[in-house]
Every structure is written in C-alpha cells, then in structure tokens.
C-alpha cells in the first residue's frame, strides 16, 4: 500500500483527521494552502476532494473563483496521481484543459478516478477531475495531462 494511503487510514478517523492529513499532504505544495482543501475518501485510482466555499475564494461575483477550483482540481489529481503510481514511477503534470460550466455557487466536491490505468506501460495519464456543487450540478471538469516515466536508476 502506497504511503499516502497508509497515513490516510492512519489518521481519516481521528478528531479533525482529514482535516490534518490534508494539510500534511499539502505542505509538500505549499500553494494548496490557498484554498485548504479537504481529502475526504483516498483509495488507489480514487480520490474525492472537498472544498468550502468562502469569501476568500470568490470572485467579484460572490461564487467560487475560476482559479480556486482548477487550483483544487490540480491537486485532487496530483495527490490520487501520488497515491496510485508504483514506487519505481514518477508523474508531472503537462498541461491542463478545463470547462467551467455553472457557477459554483456552495461548496464543492472534486472527483477523479483512475481506474483502468495500466501504471506499467503507460508514458501520460488523463486525470479526468469532475467537480459538483452540493446539489449534485457538475460546475467544472477539467483534464489534466500527467507524463508518467520511471525514476532514474540510482548508482
């Protein structure tokens, strides 16, 4: 079991659990403070991740910023992206398409899936990350473009 999903069960029931593995995730990208974004479930190939809906994300129309949720789609991604890779593998991300297509009015939920990856031969992953609004109304999806190789031999 790889260790990001080691510490989540570790700590995913402990009072404010989540709340502390998602911050010990995030310092390792200290940007993702920004929006403090919770881990809500982690297993190979899938993530859920929360964010809430506060004054310092919004945009001059009072809904969640554009940037806030690619921010939170980029590490819902990263994090499953780190969770589900083998040890002998490496990710970074290439590029990312998006879509917004509500506005994002509550707070929010991202999802990603990986399932169906073959972590061995592949040389770039879609994580394909959805985000729905409380009501179930998908607000955003964006793409992002993982390149996947091995780490280099150690000597």
Not at 13 to 36: D, E, M, Q, T, V
């Amino acid at each position: 079991m790889n260790y990001v999903i080691k510490l989540y069960e570790k700590t995913k029931n402990l009072p404010l659990g989540k709340r502390i593995f998602s911050y010990a995730i995030a310092r390792k990208s200290p940007y993702f403070h920004s929006i403090a974004a919770q881990i809500e479930h982690i297993e190979h190939n899938k993530i859920e991740v929360s964010l809430r809906k506060r004054r310092k994300l919004h945009n001059h129309i009072k809904t969640v910023h554009a940037i806030a949720m690619c921010n939170l789609c980029e590490f819902a991604g990263g994090v499953l992206m780190e969770a589900s890779i083998p040890k002998h593998r490496r990710w970074i991300p290439r590029g990312m398409s998006v879509k917004y297509l509500k506005k994002a009015e509550t707070n929010l939920i991202a999802t990603c899936d990986l399932n169906g990856t073959d972590w061995e031969q592949c040389d770039h992953v879609i994580c394909h990350v959805s985000v729905k609004d409380l009501n179930g109304v998908k607000v955003m999806v964006a793409d992002i473009d993982m390149k996947v190789s091995d780490k280099p031999k150690k000597s």
